[in-house]
């Protein structure tokens, strides 16, 4: 099984890929997609929806985690986040992927057995759990490789 985890955010969004194969993780990629310089959300959008497309097509996952919207103070920031994860959910769905949302906290409680976990908690356990180096991976990357791990511990 491919899962797919992605943080959403308002210019760039982390993904990581992992596969589940009897019972155990394996680290397939990760990285950003980021949005192009501007003041023009709709093309900013627009460069979230096709670079996700792109990756969609070439791993085909089984399931996609999402992070869910947390609250924040900057209700600016917050509108924007809702908008990325409007594109990011409407992507995944016309390619027929299912979807799993997740909260930040049942992510950090998934991966590193703490709802409370530090961003440094989190990064090292990915690293743990998937055998690779994390330490010069933004925490966009790694949090997404979070989501995707807990993404994968819904299935069996």
Request: aromatic share 4%.
């Amino acid at each position: 099984m491919i899962v797919l985890g992605i943080d959403p955010g308002t210019t760039r969004a982390g993904y990581g890929i992992v596969e589940k194969k009897q019972g155990k993780l394996f680290y397939l990629g990760g990285g950003l997609l980021s949005s192009p310089k501007t003041d023009e959300q709709g093309d900013q959008l627009l460069a979230l929806e096709r670079g996700l497309q792109k990756i969609i097509e070439a791993v085909r996952p089984d399931v996609a985690g999402i992070e869910k919207l947390y609250i924040t103070k900057n209700k600016k920031t917050a509108v924007r986040v809702a908008e990325a994860r409007g594109v990011i959910i409407k992507t995944l769905s016309a390619r027929r992927v299912r979807i799993e949302e997740f909260s930040p906290p049942s992510v950090k409680l998934a991966v590193t057995g703490s709802g409370t976990a530090d961003k440094k908690a989190v990064a090292r356990m990915v690293s743990l759990i998937l055998k690779i180096d994390t330490s010069r991976m933004l925490d966009d990357t790694t949090d997404a490789l979070a989501i995707a791990i807990a993404a994968s511990s819904s299935f069996h």
